[in-house]
């Protein structure tokens, strides 16, 4: 089992839609939480981290975290084309010194 | 302006034959780290150092070499490259490396082994 999970996609939204992105990891003592975006050929940009439990909204995304659960989530409200891109779900592990990817989900917004 | 810089961007060389992709950054980041990407994979860890002179192995280490000699540059060697190390390699950065500190990553080196 990897350890930080995520759903290959694709996901496909319409424009204006609310896209959920889901994100599991096994390390139950993991504290942070990033979520990264990366467009074809480009390195990864930071969007969001979260540290606690409950929402946490930056703009039009909020990122999600329920440590009982594992699991953490981005939801991008009013989705662009722009938006459009693979996203990456990061964790630090709970020594705190690497940092794991999931190996991310493609977004695909639809005009 | 606070950037990674990796070089060089894209790379063709042959089995066996030892080269070098340089990173350096100019934010005084303490934490500096190498990935791969390779499709279906995601970014898997290489190594990483948590300051001069500190090195340590990230998941998929065998075949390459890191060296820290100065805060600002953590260059990847690699001494035999082989067909299997084709992917898209960044170096990142981050403040301390600690939880909580977000990696920032270089442009990318595509490497082709062939």
């Known amino acids: 089992q990897k350890e930080v999970e995520q759903n290959s996609g694709p996901l496909s939204v319409p424009e204006g839609a609310i896209a959920s992105l889901n994100c599991t990891y096994s390390?139950?003592?993991?504290?942070?939480f990033f979520w990264y975006r990366q467009y074809s050929g480009k390195s990864p940009e930071l969007i969001m981290f979260?540290?606690?439990?409950g929402d946490k909204e930056d703009g039009r995304f909020t990122a999600q975290l329920n440590k009982a659960s594992q699991y953490v989530s981005l939801l991008i409200r009013d989705s662009q084309p722009s938006d459009s891109a693979t996203y990456l779900c990061?964790?630090?592990?709970?020594?705190?010194?690497?940092?794991?990817f999931g190996g991310g989900t493609r977004l695909m917004v639809k005009p | 302006e606070a950037q990674v810089t990796q070089n060089p961007r894209y790379l063709i060389t042959v089995t066996g034959k030892k080269l070098t992709v340089t990173c350096s950054q100019n934010?005084?980041?303490?934490?500096m780290s190498w990935y791969r990407q390779d499709p279906g994979l995601g970014l898997r860890q290489i190594y990483y150092?948590?300051?001069?002179?500190?090195?340590d192995k990230g998941d998929v280490p065998e075949g390459y070499k890191v060296s820290r000699k100065e805060k600002r540059n953590f260059p990847l060697i690699l001494e035999s490259p082989s067909p299997n190390q084709t992917s898209l390699y960044f170096c990142?950065?981050?403040?301390?490396?600690?939880?909580?500190?977000?990696?920032?990553f270089g442009n990318g080196t595509r490497l082709t082994v062939t």
């Open positions: 979260i540290y606690s439990n």
């Open positions: 150092s948590m300051n001069v002179e500190v090195t």
């Open positions: 390390d139950r003592g993991s504290q942070s």
């Open positions: 934010m005084n980041h303490e934490y």
């Open positions: 990142a950065s981050s403040p301390t490396g600690r939880n909580g500190s977000p990696l920032h």
């Open positions: 990061a964790v630090f592990n709970n020594a705190g010194n690497m940092l794991t």
